[in-house]
T-cell receptor, first 115, second 116 residues
Framework: AQSVTQLDSQVPVFEEAPVELRCNYS??????LFWYVQYPNQGLQLLLK??????LVESINGFEAEFNKSQTSFHLRKPSVHISDTAEYFC?????????????FGQGTTLQVKP | DGGITQSPKYLFRKEGQNVTLSCEQN?????MYWYRQDPGQGLRLIYY???????QKGDIAEGYSVSREKKESFPLTVTSAQKNPTAFYLC???????????????FGSGTRLTVV
């Protein structure tokens, strides 16, 4: 069965510092990988995704994630965070094996950006 | 603008009552999903539907029921059999189950259910 592990439940960081949110997955088949962001009392928004091709994917607001097949990881990074990046971040993997369109989510990482 | 509308935003339920959460989308998406979110547990799948008049249980379906009579609508009923219903409920949709989620999910803004 597929699973996703986000290694940190909370990540405090100062504004303008770099950050990495870690995500590992387990799967015996090829997968699609996603990062979603959730602001308080809102739904999730897609931040970026890896489907195929280049292992480095970027979002429009400066986040990037790198797919590492050998380490089964998809860590999210940003070189300089802003206060507005404070949110909860979810890593997810698609259930490609059964082709159900289902996503399996990690437990979430709360990014707390401090001034 | 296209999107998913969940209502109400906040809902209070007395013990022993059934309540229904609404989810409507105007994206012409085939597949719709209901997730439950609890602090520290991520999102857990309750039910999903890939076509009208068909739906499947997710990982935590006990105490919940759904219907899919129209493509646009996927209401979730939290029954009195659900022993711990207080949570944040999220509805999502995607174009087709055949894209294995590649198109990404579109989420509603959620309903927070509290048992009083």
């Amino acid at each position: 069965a597929q699973s996703v592990t986000q290694l940190d439940s909370q990540v405090p960081v100062f504004e303008e510092a770099p950050v990495e949110l870690r995500c590992n997955y387990s799967s015996s088949v090829s997968v699609y990988l996603f990062w979603y962001v959730q602001y308080p009392n809102q739904g999730l928004q897609l931040l970026l995704k890896y489907l195929s091709g280049s292992t480095l994917v970027e979002s429009i607001n400066g986040f990037e994630a790198e797919f590492n097949k050998s380490q089964t990881s998809f860590h999210l990074r940003k070189p300089s965070v802003h206060i507005s990046d404070t949110a909860e971040y979810f890593c997810a993997v698609s259930d490609n094996l059964r082709n159900t369109g289902k996503l399996i989510f990690g437990q979430g990482t709360t990014l707390q950006v401090k001034p | 603008d296209g999107g998913i509308t969940q209502s109400p935003k906040y809902l209070f339920r007395k013990e022993g009552q059934n309540v229904t959460l609404s989810c409507e989308q105007n994206l012409n998406h085939d597949a719709m999903y209901w997730y439950r979110q609890d602090p520290g547990q991520g999102l857990r799948l309750i039910y999903y539907s890939q076509i009208v008049n068909d739906f499947q249980k997710g990982d935590i379906a006990e105490g919940y029921s759904v219907s899919r009579e129209k493509k646009e609508s996927f209401p979730l009923t939290v029954t009195s059999a659900q022993k711990n219903p207080t949570a944040f409920y999220l509805c999502a949709s995607t174009t087709s189950r055949f894209d294995s989620g590649a198109g990404g999910y579109t989420f509603g803004s959620g309903t927070r259910l509290t048992v009083v």
